[in-house]
């Protein structure tokens, strides 16, 4: 070997070890900074080229992801990758490794094991989303898995956001989306850690970088109560306003209003229902005979879809957003939200009532129109009638909801109303207020010995009768007493409920009534020749109690609704009172509030307990009044009445 080539190679040898050097230094820090943690992202980037093809605007996704394992327990729980794919985002290309550490190198061992199955979800009948699983092999302590593919957006209207954070923490997070000069794009960035995230724009000749880094994301943490993971997760999602024709010059407009946005969800329902159908309008004929009042008649519409029709989503590319004429719908006795939504619409129609179907995204997603005027505002449609110059929420999909009220998961969400071609309304869905969700519960018991006996009274209206109907509705009949036990619970696990029924409110549509004989043994605790017993039978909101150092995320609630508790025992004979608990009044102005009051009436104690849920959602910024409910109201639930001997 010559002098030049004894050069060359000592040279590479010595740039070998010394980046093998620097890698296990490089795992070492990872492993020291990331301690406690089962694996790392490394790197996870996206890098979205807009491009015209064939004169038409598509988006191209290229993603790479690294993960790091930092111990032996994460071989099992990162040997899958997933990618999602399907319509809407066409997978083009998928390549996987894992670099295995041996010795003082690392091992690049190519994936062979990819399996593409059929996305099943337990609320759809059919999707084309399609999973594409990975295994990587040969996995162990500081392996890396490495995930690269590509996948095409032949419609840009529908384009995901890029997340920065996942279950474990992300080193590097890089988001890249070029676009050709003449397009014109807009962006929100949201979630929280939104100081971690630097964004930079850098010009070219015929195209524009926008780019987005974070370092050191946290892993995601999971929360009790909270909202969906779209609220808090950092996050960027990108649109298209408007762009220059390739060919033309001219400027189309995209997704750059809501205006925009309405007039392209316009085109999926212009063609539908353009037929006057004789089978359906003397459906309504025989539904609404003898009935003149235009609510009467949209009821007896909402009940009889609500009765006849079943929900079976089934979205197969655009079929996710056109809905299916009507008469087929009503002819078939099945459909999704847009079939249904359709369906009562034009069933409305007939019956001369304005009704007009309505884009809307349930509290799953956080985003406003205005913010965001992109597809990923909306998951569903339902049906909305004017009446007395009020809007009135029809929701088919729902069979339990009582007629004029929307389903609590719309609460407080904006809906896109289509009006005609040209015009549409957005207007806010109302949240019911805490007196309309009433859960009023009496329990009268007397003492058996060491156990309570009596009866149970349980008034359920608005939401908490519909939770009830739910659960009746898919509940066999043998099963039917344990159900109504598991709903009505108090006391101790050892509660007894028998001949329980449960029924509708006379001349109240929106109320249940839950009835049954109970007994509650081992419901008194003698000492000393006194008898302590505990009256609050329910433990409401026990164990809302959150970290304040931890939790980063508001509570969320499914409704505002008002729960009184009322509990009337029979003294018996030789006995009375000796020690009540105080009374308690605490109030988190606009969270909820707790009183409690216990009253001797004749021979009967009572305790009344009332605790008011006034919203939706506990800001962060109040977790800390939100606990000192909690702290009151579960000290008192603590608290015993004594009897004692009269003689």
């Known amino acids: 070997m010559n002098d030049l080539k004894r050069a060359t ?78 319509f809407q985002q066409a997978l083009t290309s998928i390549d996987a490794a894992t670099l295995a550490p041996v010795g003082n190198r690392y091992k690049t061992i190519q994936a062979t094991d990819f399996k593409t199955t059929q996305v099943q979800d337990d609320n ?15 996995l162990g302590k500081y392996a890396r898995t490495r995930l690269d593919y590509s996948l095409v957006a032949h419609d840009v209207h529908f384009l995901s956001p890029f997340y920065f954070q996942s279950s474990i923490p992300q080193y590097e997070s890089r988001f890249e989306l070029r676009v050709p000069r003449g397009v014109d794009i807009g962006f929100l960035v949201f979630g929280l850690y939104q100081d971690r995230i630097r964004m930079s724009r850098e010009e070219r000749r015929n195209e524009t970088i926008y780019s987005w880094t974070a370092t050191d994301m946290p892993a995601l943490k999971a929360f009790d109560n909270a909202p969906s993971l779209a609220y808090f ?91 299916r004429d009507a008469p087929v719908v009503c002819t078939r006795r099945f459909g999704d939200c847009k079939d249904m939504s359709n369906l009562l619409v034009s069933l409305c129609r007939y019956a001369g009532i304005d009704a007009h179907v309505a884009w809307i995204g349930t509290r799953d997603i956080p985003y406003r129109y205005e913010d965001l005027p992109t597809p990923m505002n909306d998951n569903h449609m339902i049906c909305m009638a004017r009446m007395d110059g009020a809007w009135l929420y029809l929701d088919g999909t729902d069979r339990d909801i009582p007629f004029g009220i929307p389903p609590s998961a719309i609460q407080g969400k904006e809906a896109l109303v289509s009006i005609d071609a040209g015009h549409f309304e957005i207007v806010e869905t109302p949240v019911l207020s805490a007196g309309r969700n009433l859960i009023a519960d009496t329990t009268e018991v007397s003492l058996e010995g060491a156990d309570a006996k009596g009866r149970i009274s349980m008034h359920l209206s608005g939401y908490p009768a519909r939770d009830l109907a739910a659960v009746l509705r898919y509940t066999r009949a043998s099963e039917r007493q ?55 039978l329910q433990k409401d909101f026990e164990d809302e109690y959150v970290d304040t150092s931890i939790r980063n995320v508001p509570i969320s609630h ?38 409690i009051h216990y009253e001797l009436r004749g021979n009967t104690l009572w305790l009344t307990k009332e605790m008011v849920v006034e919203t939706l959602s506990v800001p962060r910024a109040r977790l800390a009044a939100h606990n000192q409910l909690v702290t009151v109201l579960n000290n008192a639930g603590k608290e015993s009445v004594v009897l004692s001997q009269t003689k």
């Open 558 to 595: 499914d409704y505002c609704q008002t729960i009184r508790r009322v509990v009337a025992l029979k003294i018996p004979d030789g006995y009375k009172p000796s020690y009540l608990p105080p009374d308690v009044s605490k109030e988190g102005a606009g969270l909820w509030s707790v009183k």
């Open 233 to 323: 997760i950092p996050q960027v999602s990108v649109y298209v306003k408007s762009y220059e024709d390739p060919k033309t010059g001219a400027v189309k407009p995209f997704l750059a209003s809501v205006d925009a946005l309405y007039h392209w969800y316009y085109g999926f329902i212009k063609n539908v229902n353009l037929k006057p159908n004789a089978f359906m309008s003397s459906l309504v004929d025989s539904l609404t005979k003898g009935v003149t009042a235009p609510r009467e008649k949209a009821a007896r519409i909402y009940g009889w879809v609500q009765d006849h029709i079943r929900y079976v989503a089934y979205e197969d590319s655009l079929g996710g957003f056109i809905p």
């Open 9 to 86: 190679a000592l040279f590479f040898c010595i740039g070998l070890a010394c980046s093998v050097k620097a890698q296990n230094a490089e795992v070492a820090e990872l492993a020291r900074q990331y301690q406690g943690q089962q694996a790392v992202v490394l790197n996870n980037s996206e890098k979205l080229s807009l491009q015209f093809e064939g004169g038409r605007l598509v988006g191209r996704r290229d993603v790479h992801r690294e993960v790091l394992l930092l111990s032996d327990q994460a071989v099992a729980q990162y040997a899958t990758d997933e990618v999602y794919h399907g």
């Open 482 to 536: 344990e159900a109504l036990k598991k709903f009505s619970l108090r006391g101790s696990g050892r509660y007894i409920l028998k001949d329980a029924q449960a029924e509708r409110v006379p001349n109240e549509e929106q109320s249940l009534l839950i009835r049954g004989e109970i007994k509650l043994p081992d419901f008194t605790h003698p000492a000393g020749g006194d008898v302590f017993l505990n009256l609050n």
């Open 124 to 138: 759809i009948f059919y999707n084309d989303t399609k999973q594409t699983e990975v295994r990587f092999a040969k």
